[in-house]
């Protein structure tokens, strides 16, 4: 009885986690519309959302503990659970960074699409794919699909470097948009945290899986 009470508890943290990474997806993708589009009124959604994505972290935390405390896992089965702190942990720091994504449209609402967009464009869509994958790794233990996910965060580490530049070129013709080029350097940063979240989440796949500290794209 005791691991079956165990393996359930388990089975719902498994359906949060996967709850909590497409509500984080969701997110990103909605706040990427926004900040394209200049779509004020969807950007003040997302932080609606963040907000129910934060208490599914304390919701997450909530039932580690009350496992931890009712169970008494050991060794492997204490890897996953501190595993799965630190996945809504990483989670909920990527859906803070899609919010703020969102909260950088007013900034740019009255001006016409700026062509580097197109790369924080992709900065998001590669960084949804690692949520979706980092989740996918921790409900099938997958050490493997954890190394391959940390892998993308190279992407978004080359389109920042690559914002970066170009907005700083930009910055020598445009010197009166100062701000706006640096809040697009911002933005970008935004995504490429997200990206380091979402390897440090990796990272702790990797304890769950093999009992090793690794560091995952140094």
């Known amino acids: 009885m005791p691991r079956e009470a165990f393996e359930h508890s388990i089975e719902e943290l498994n359906a ?20 394209r589009e200049r779509d004020l009124d969807s950007a003040k959604k997302i932080k609606k959302a963040d907000v129910l994505i934060d208490m599914q972290q304390l ?3 909530d039932l580690v ?9 050991v060794a492997k089965d204490l890897r996953l659970l501190l595993c799965a702190i630190q996945m809504a942990s990483d989670l ?3 859906a803070d960074y899609a919010a703020h ?8 609402v009255q ?6 967009t197109a790369m924080l464009e992709q900065m998001a869509s590669i960084g949804a794919s690692m949520i979706t994958d980092t989740v996918n790794a921790f409900i099938g233990r997958d050490a493997l699909l954890a190394r391959q996910t940390s892998l993308m965060d ?19 013709t445009r010197p009166d948009d100062a701000e706006k080029v640096t809040k697009f350097i911002q933005v970008s940063g935004y995504l490429e945290r997200l990206g ?3 390897t440090n989440a990796c990272e702790s796949i990797l304890y769950m899986v093999e009992g090793v500290h690794a560091e995952l794209n140094p």
């Open 16 to 35: 949060r986690i996967t709850a909590m990474g497409a509500a984080t997806v969701d997110a990103l993708q909605k706040a990427m519309f926004a900040f």
């Open 59 to 61: 919701e997450i935390e």
């Open 65 to 73: 503990a009350t496992t931890m405390a009712t169970q008494q896992p």
């Open 92 to 94: 909920e720091r990527s």
């Open 101 to 108: 994504l969102a909260k950088a449209t007013k900034f740019f």
């Open 111 to 116: 001006d016409p699409q700026w062509r580097q």
């Open 154 to 172: 190279d992407q978004i580490d080359h389109l920042h470097k690559t914002v970066i530049k170009e907005m700083v070129l930009l910055l020598g």
């Open 196 to 198: 380091d979240h979402m």
